[in-house]
């Protein structure tokens, strides 16, 4: 089965008798710069007949989805799934900046019917009820990623410049994110908690990661940051 990468308008042929890595360095060399991003972060290899994705780091994870969104897997250091769909979306974030690559197969195993899904032991992506400030504040954090165009790299804004873009005050904008994380939390969705070893930069790149991935928000929707919306304070909390 051939597989290529695309990352920002290159494509890459990972070969099936080596491994092929992603990372700060690598075969898919992402930002030498940025710090945070582990040297070789994950690892597309070949074996037992399929295509894995495996999560070589120590720190960072990575949200995979099919091209649909309809199918939705956290990868967490040690773990690896197989490349079984036709486009295999990756998305993750290392430090401030979102990166995003895509995976294409001209043979997959496994195809994803919209009426109905499919069962391949990843999570299935349900209906998650947002009012209008709830969304708004996920554009907020998702709109430099939404604005690229293809795959690449995006930086998320810090909550004061989330909370500026909104009018909002930095309180108003970090209660209204607690509420939002808990109630993706409360469907399952992992890396919403906060707590010890759980930095505000983590949750935020995470909600950015599953919101995008899932086509929850899409680039359609950013004309709804600059709409007016009737000033009902506590509408978004439930």
Same mark, same amino acid.
């Given at each position: 089965?051939? &597989?290529?990468?695309?990352?920002? !308008?290159?494509?890459? +042929?990972? =070969?099936?008798? @080596?491994?092929?890595?992603?990372?700060? =360095?690598?075969?898919?060399?992402?930002?030498?710069?940025?710090?945070?991003?582990?040297?070789?972060?994950?690892? &597309?290899?070949?074996?037992?007949?399929?295509?894995?994705?495996?999560?070589?780091?120590?720190?960072?994870?990575?949200?995979?989805?099919?091209?649909?969104?309809?199918?939705?897997?956290?990868?967490?250091?040690?773990?690896?799934?197989?490349?079984?769909? @036709?486009?295999?979306?990756?998305?993750?974030?290392? !430090?401030?900046?979102?990166? @995003?690559?895509?995976?294409?197969?001209?043979?997959?195993?496994?195809? &994803?019917?919209?009426?109905?899904?499919?069962?391949?032991?990843? +999570?299935? &992506?349900?209906?998650?009820?947002?009012?209008?400030?709830?969304?708004?504040?996920?554009?907020?954090?998702?709109?430099?990623?939404?604005?690229?165009?293809?795959?690449?790299?995006?930086?998320?804004?810090?909550?004061?410049?989330?909370?500026?873009?909104?009018?909002?005050? +930095?309180?108003?904008?970090?209660?209204?994110?607690?509420?939002?994380?808990?109630?993706?939390?409360?469907?399952?969705?992992?890396?919403?908690?906060?707590?010890?070893?759980?930095?505000?930069?983590?949750?935020?790149?995470?909600?950015?990661?599953? *919101?995008?991935? +899932?086509?929850?928000?899409?680039?359609?929707?950013? *004309?709804?940051?600059? *709409?007016?919306?009737?000033?009902?304070?506590?509408?978004?909390?439930?």
């Amino acid at each position: 089965m051939d &597989i290529t990468v695309e990352f920002a !308008g290159e494509y890459y +042929s990972p =070969q099936p008798d @080596e491994p092929f890595y992603v990372g700060r =360095q690598g075969d898919l060399e992402l930002d030498e710069d940025n710090l945070f991003l582990h040297r070789h972060f994950l690892e &597309i290899s070949h074996t037992d007949g399929l295509w894995w994705l495996s999560n070589v780091g120590a720190r960072l994870t990575a949200t995979v989805t099919d091209s649909s969104g309809g199918v939705n897997a956290w990868l967490a250091p040690g773990a690896r799934l197989p490349i079984v769909f @036709e486009q295999t979306t990756v998305v993750f974030t290392a !430090g401030p900046v979102t990166y @995003e690559f895509t995976i294409h197969s001209k043979a997959p195993t496994l195809r &994803i019917d919209s009426s109905g899904g499919a069962d391949s032991g990843q +999570s299935t &992506i349900g209906h998650v009820p947002l009012t209008v400030r709830q969304k708004l504040l996920i554009l907020a954090l998702a709109e430099p990623a939404l604005k690229r165009e293809g795959t690449g790299a995006s930086e998320i804004p810090s909550s004061a410049q989330a909370a500026q873009r909104l009018g909002w005050t +930095s309180t108003r904008f970090n209660r209204k994110l607690d509420n939002v994380c808990e109630k993706f939390d409360r469907i399952g969705v992992q890396g919403m908690r906060g707590g010890q070893g759980r930095l505000a930069m983590n949750r935020k790149a995470r909600l950015v990661e599953y *919101a995008v991935s +899932s086509r929850l928000v899409t680039k359609d929707d950013l *004309a709804l940051l600059d *709409a007016p919306v009737a000033d009902a304070e506590d509408d978004e909390d439930s």
